[in-house]
């Protein structure tokens, strides 16, 4: 057989490195608007499979507002938002099969207080994915395994420190087996003691390979975790850079104060 050009693109990408995959998220000249206020501007974004993205900036900049556009919590009012290069449908089964493979974890744990940890983690992929019980059950059990909770599985939310809830809720995002994680703060509502072990299970799956937006205030997490830092103020990004160059050499003024005040 003939090599075709489709043989000849692989091997090219082998060779080289690159590789033709679209972006895990791509979203291009988007606009989102509350009434009159303008919270996202014209935001260009791309985040390749595999790569950790960090988004910092201040309190009402529209970081929530943004992981919040890329699995349809919010509707946008211009520009495209693609996951894997397929775009956003606007609702139906196709919105239900995109947020399937975009997992979120938010400030608040979000669980249902009336169901054990364990069943929080199978509800979505028996009711979306159409996953039988046992398998559901085995599959919550290995991710709360991985995230160090297996022994609390029988208990219900209220039972678990707040580090464990978070953890739950990032076991339960994982039970979709996501394409990609976004996180909102997911640190914010923790006790201080608490923080490195929700941050240490997002590290692990960061070096696992996962494609992962993190809106987060925890620095440290920012320089050892990020392959990027997205700095927003006031609905723009302001800088798209490494945690190298955001923190040792700020452009903008506006990221030079936002350091200033938290460093
Ligand atoms: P951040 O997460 O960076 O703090 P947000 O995305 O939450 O910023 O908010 C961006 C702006 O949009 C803020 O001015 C906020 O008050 C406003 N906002 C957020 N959600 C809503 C909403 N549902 N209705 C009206 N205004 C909102
Ligand atoms: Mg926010």
Redesign the pocket.
């Known amino acids: 057989d003939q090599p075709t050009n489709a043989d000849h693109t692989l091997l090219e990408e082998r060779m080289t490195g690159a590789t033709s995959a679209p972006p895990m998220i791509r979203m291009t000249g988007v606009d989102k608007f ?2 009159p ?1 303008h ?1 996202l501007k014209g935001i260009n974004l791309e985040v390749p499979q595999g790569q950790v993205v960090v988004v910092l ?1 201040p ?8 992981c919040r556009t890329i699995n349809r919590l919010e509707s946008i009012d211009k520009g495209t938002i693609e996951v894997d290069g397929k775009p956003l449908p606007a609702e139906g089964k196709e919105l239900a099969r995109l947020r399937a493979d975009v997992g979120m974890v938010f400030q608040s744990f979000n669980l249902f207080a009336h169901k054990s940890i364990v069943d929080n983690v199978m509800l979505a992929p028996m009711k979306v994915r159409r996953t039988p019980a046992g398998q559901a059950r085995s599959t919550a059990m290995e991710l709360l395994e991985r995230v160090g909770i297996a022994s609390q599985a029988d208990k219900f939310p209220a039972q678990l420190s707040g580090g464990q809830q978070q953890r739950a809720a990032i076991a339960r995002a994982l039970a979709m087996r996501p394409k990609v994680m976004l996180f909102d703060e997911p640190t914010s509502a923790l006790d201080p003691e608490m923080v490195n072990e929700v941050l240490d299970v997002m590290t692990t799956l960061a070096k696992e390979g996962m494609t992962m937006l993190v ?1 987060t205030h925890e620095m440290g997490f920012a320089r050892r975790a990020a392959d990027r830092v997205v700095f ?1 103020a006031d609905g723009e990004i302001v800088e798209d850079t490494s945690p190298e160059a955001f923190f040792t050499a700020p452009t903008s003024n506006r990221a030079k104060d936002f350091l200033g005040k938290i460093l």
């Open positions: 509350f009434g206020l919270v900036g309190s009402g900049s529209g970081k929530s507002t943004l809106v927003m």
